[in-house]
């Protein structure tokens, strides 16, 4: 419990959770592009 108030409770706290959804949320945009592209290479080669 005490760790997660020093996680929201300081700056330095609250520029990790960023950075963490941020990696998260850029992950989950790089494998729907990845997919999508993968699938209109996959149709232009045949």
Known sequence: M??????????????SLFTIGFVIVMAFYLVGFIKKNAEEDARKAQ
């Open 2 to 15: 005490e760790a997660i108030k020093l996680l929201i409770g300081s700056d330095i706290g609250l520029l």
